[in-house]
């Protein structure tokens, strides 16, 4: 019995995904004012189903892939995966799903920082938050207000 839930949860957290990862990679590819604000708010409601997902990596990939989304469509950001993205602060599996969810909110609460590294300029979401991480201590550095800000 055990199996066949966990088999069909698989199917299920799978079809999300690709459903989801699918949308983002034509959402890549599609010029910003061609993706409507549905079409974003499904794709969001995708990731955040990804958050909750027990495969690190997964969890890991929708929070970069989320920013790509909200980086076209900027009101494609919902308060409800900010919430999830907050959870993983406090609770994320792994020490780097905890600091990649910081960086992400940080990012949607300062969304100017997107035109400044922009997720679409990377190929996978290692690259990117390691060059969001230098671009955030070079500016923390250079500037001490940002910290307060």
Do not use: W
């Amino acid at each position: 019995m055990k199996t066949i839930q966990k088999t069909s949860l698989f199917a299920i957290l799978f079809f999300n995904l690709a459903t989801g990862f699918n949308a983002t990679a034509q959402v890549m590819a599609t010029p910003p004012s061609s993706l409507n604000k549905h079409s974003a708010e499904r794709i969001v409601r995708n990731y955040i189903q990804a958050l909750r997902s027990p495969n690190h990596g997964v969890v890991e990939s929708a929070l970069f892939n989320a920013l790509s989304v909200v980086a076209l469509r900027p009101d494609a950001r919902t308060q409800a995966l900010e919430r999830e993205i907050a959870k993983l602060e406090e609770s994320g599996h792994t020490p780097a799903i905890r600091y990649k969810s910081v960086l992400t909110r940080y990012v949607l609460i300062h969304p100017e920082l997107l035109a400044e590294i922009n997720p679409k300029q990377f190929e996978h979401d290692a690259a990117y938050f390691q060059a969001l991480t230098m671009h955030l201590g070079t500016k923390l550095l250079s500037d001490p207000e940002v910290a307060v800000k």
